[in-house]
């Protein structure tokens, strides 16, 4: 369904400046996209509600359009939208606002808070049966044999999606089964062990279909590239594993980070103790692991 446009000229003028100022700051090319899209929402429901210029916008306006995002359902799945999106929306028209001190000095107050995650557990998990579909739907092809191999690094090694992106085919230690991590989130390097089994779908992918891709005269070192043979973007590696989980019919809203999610569960539910976990995934203190504790209690 497409989304409504706006009516008025001074707005469009805004989004148009915004997206602009993004740009010129270096932002990156998904948040020029998504950044603009919260702030269109924003606009159009201001229209509805006879609202058509900046100045008259109050703190009230805002805490209203918040609080209806929070709140509304979600057309792609049952429920309101999760913690991270409404966060999300916070981020934006924080920044919406610094754009207008700064560029047009106006004044755009935004009251409203941003919500701890881990306070409300809404993590979307993959059973095990499901991470298995996965990898049965993906296809004896160069790009089924990356999927296989992405499903091994996000699931198997439970990787951040930068994490993944970031890899480099050296960074996949073979004779040692480890996977090297030189840059998380918090700059501090890992090595994460790796199953037999994922280490020969990575295998196979690096040398029966990455070689493939790859351009006669690259010299492209990280692990995952698309047919052009240049580094694959986070978000073309999503729009892959949303292909296979309508392959394997898992009517979840999903992304990488679910796969992340969902290994540190399991390995939870295995007896795994959450000081391994805690390594396993790259986290500074076991307070941000402990929420997988909250998501077995709760589930």
Request: charged share 25%; net charge positive; with cysteine.
């Amino acid at each position: 369904m497409k989304s409504k446009q706006l009516s008025t000229i001074t707005y469009k003028h805004y989004l148009y400046s915004f997206q602009e100022w993004l740009s010129t700051l270096g932002y990156s090319p998904s948040s020029i996209y998504y950044m603009p899209r919260i702030v269109h929402e924003f606009l159009v429901w201001l229209e509805e509600r006879k609202i058509t210029e900046i100045e008259a916008i109050q703190p009230n306006h805002i805490e209203e359009f918040i609080t209806y995002n929070k709140t509304r359902k979600n057309k792609r799945r049952d429920g309101a939208l999760s913690i991270s999106q409404f966060n999300r929306y916070i981020d934006v028209l924080k920044k919406f606002a610094e754009y207008l001190h700064k560029t047009h000095n106006i004044q755009l107050s935004i009251n409203s808070k941003r919500e701890n995650e881990e306070d409300k557990i809404d993590y979307i998990i993959l059973t095990v049966e499901e991470i298995k579909s996965l990898y049965n739907v993906t296809e004896e092809t160069p790009l089924g044999m990356r999927d296989r191999a992405m499903l091994s690094i996000y699931y198997g090694c439970g990787l951040r999606k930068s994490e993944g992106t970031n890899l480099e085919v050296n960074d996949i230690l073979f004779d040692r089964k480890l996977v090297h991590v030189r840059k998380s989130k918090n700059n501090q390097e890992r090595y994460i062990p790796i199953t037999v089994s994922n280490l020969k779908y990575i295998e196979q992918y690096i040398y029966n279909a990455r070689s493939l891709l790859l351009n006669v005269d690259s010299t492209e070192a990280k692990l995952f590239i698309n047919e052009k043979g240049n580094a694959i973007t986070g978000q073309m590696l999503y729009l892959r594993l949303k292909k296979l989980c309508e392959k394997a019919k898992i009517n979840k809203e999903i992304g990488l980070h679910t796969l992340r999610h969902s290994i540190a569960t399991h390995l939870l539910q295995a007896g795994v103790e959450l000081e391994q976990i805690a390594l396993f995934l790259g986290h500074r203190s076991l307070e941000s692991t402990q929420v997988y504790t909250h998501i077995l209690n709760n589930g």
